[in-house]
C-alpha cells in the first residue's frame, strides 16, 4: 500500500446541480482526504492543455465546450492508493456501465457529463497537480 496523492475535478454538470457537497461526501467515505480544494472555471485554453492526450478524438471540441460551460471544482485527493480508490468510487467513464453505488452511476446525466475526473496513473497524476496547485496551496 501506497500513500498517493491524484488530481479528481468536480464537472460542470455537478456544480450546476448544486451535488459538490454529496460528491466531496462520497470521496471522503472511499477514504480519500480532500488535502486541496478550489472552485474555478476553465479557460478554453486550459480545458485544451488539460485533455491533449484527447486532441484527435472525435468528441475533443465537445468535452472541452462542456469542461468550459461552468464552474468546475479541482480537488487533490490523498490516501492509500488514492489513484485506483478514486476511479473505483469513480465508476466507469460511461454511467451505463458504471457499478451501483458509484458517483457516476449515481450522478452522470451521460458519457461527456459524467460529474468528475480522477487522474488514471501515477505520472498523470502529478502532471495534472502540478497544472492546478502550487504546493502551498496543498495542506494534509
Ligand atoms: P475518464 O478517464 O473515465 O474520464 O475517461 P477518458 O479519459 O477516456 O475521457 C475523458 C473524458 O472525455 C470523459 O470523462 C468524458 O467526459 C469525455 N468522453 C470520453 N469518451 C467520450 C465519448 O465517447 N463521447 C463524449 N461526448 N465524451 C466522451
Redesign the pocket.
Known sequence: MALERTLSII?PDATRRNITGVINTKLEEAGLRIVAQKRIRMSRQMAETF?D??RE???FN??VA?MTSGAVVVQILEGENAITRNREV?G???PENADEGTIRKLYAE?????SV??S?ALDTAATEIAYFFSDAEIHA
Open positions: 464537472k485533455y492526450v484527447h478524438r472525435p468528441f465537445n468535452l462542456f469513480m466507469a467513464t460511461n451521460s458519457i461527456e457529463s459524467n475526473h480522477g488514471d
